[in-house]
């Protein structure tokens, strides 16, 4: 928590900035984190979002009144080599990520982005193949499936108001080449 120190004897009622940096939203939370297995490597999505606080003093203790955005954030995907313990690649973009990510057997990644994209990368460099836009926050996490012999890729796109992205209603439905 970044903010500013407040003698004990402050008057009660009085109001303190604060920041803290990640918020709550903040780092990998709820996201859901892949392995791809030919490469030992966990995917892993996160955000780095701060929260402004106002902070009350009263009677020598701090409450926090107010939860107030502290700007723009970030959504990041993570390889990490499991076997190393160290980062493979990393790919940083504007926005956030709540949905995590899907590692196929065929080297690809998949992650929605709570600006209404979904992107696919490179399991195995980072490299950005595929970005498309579906309107709303792709805060689901992708799923695949094969049916008549075909591979697919789907998400739920609904939005969430948490971190300020579009809402909507959609399931986008994508088929894998051959």
Same mark, same amino acid.
């Given at each position: 928590?970044?903010?500013?120190?407040?003698?004990? *004897? =402050?008057? %009660?009622?009085? /109001?303190?900035? %604060? &920041? #803290?940096?990640?918020?709550?939203?903040?780092?990998?939370?709820?996201?859901?984190?892949?392995?791809? !297995?030919?490469?030992?490597? +966990?995917?892993?999505?996160?955000?780095?979002?701060?929260?402004?606080?106002?902070?009350?003093?009263?009677r020598?203790r701090?409450? +926090?009144?107010?939860?107030?955005?502290?700007g723009?954030?970030?959504?990041?995907?993570?390889?990490?080599?499991?076997?190393?313990? /160290?980062?493979?690649? #990393?790919? !940083?973009?504007? @926005?956030? &990520?709540?949905?995590?990510?899907? =590692?196929?057997? @065929?080297?690809?990644?998949?992650?929605?982005?709570s600006?209404?994209?979904?992107? +696919?990368? =490179?399991? *195995?460099?980072? !490299?950005?193949?595929?970005?498309? #836009?579906?309107? +709303?926050?792709?805060?689901?996490?992708?799923?695949?499936? &094969? =049916?008549?012999? /075909?591979?697919?890729?789907?998400? %739920?796109?609904?939005?969430?108001?948490?971190?300020?992205?579009?809402?909507?209603?959609?399931? %986008?439905?994508?088929?894998?080449p051959?």
């Amino acid at each position: 928590m970044i903010g500013h120190a407040v003698p004990a *004897d =402050a008057p %009660a009622g009085e /109001t303190l900035p %604060a &920041a #803290q940096e990640p918020g709550s939203g903040g780092r990998t939370t709820w996201s859901v984190v892949a392995v791809e !297995r030919g490469l030992n490597t +966990a995917i892993v999505v996160g955000n780095h979002f701060g929260e402004g606080h106002r902070r009350r003093h009263h009677r020598r203790r701090y409450t +926090a009144t107010d939860l107030a955005d502290a700007g723009p954030g970030y959504g990041l995907v993570t390889s990490v080599d499991l076997t190393r313990r /160290t980062i493979l690649w #990393q790919n !940083r973009f504007a @926005g956030g &990520a709540l949905g995590g990510a899907l =590692a196929t057997a @065929g080297g690809l990644v998949f992650v929605g982005e709570s600006s209404g994209f979904i992107d +696919a990368f =490179a399991a *195995d460099t980072g !490299r950005l193949l595929w970005h498309f #836009q579906l309107g +709303a926050g792709v805060n689901a996490p992708p799923v695949a499936f &094969a =049916a008549g012999g /075909t591979e697919y890729i789907a998400v %739920a796109v609904g939005g969430n108001t948490r971190v300020h992205s579009a809402t909507g209603d959609t399931l %986008a439905v994508f088929h894998l080449p051959h």
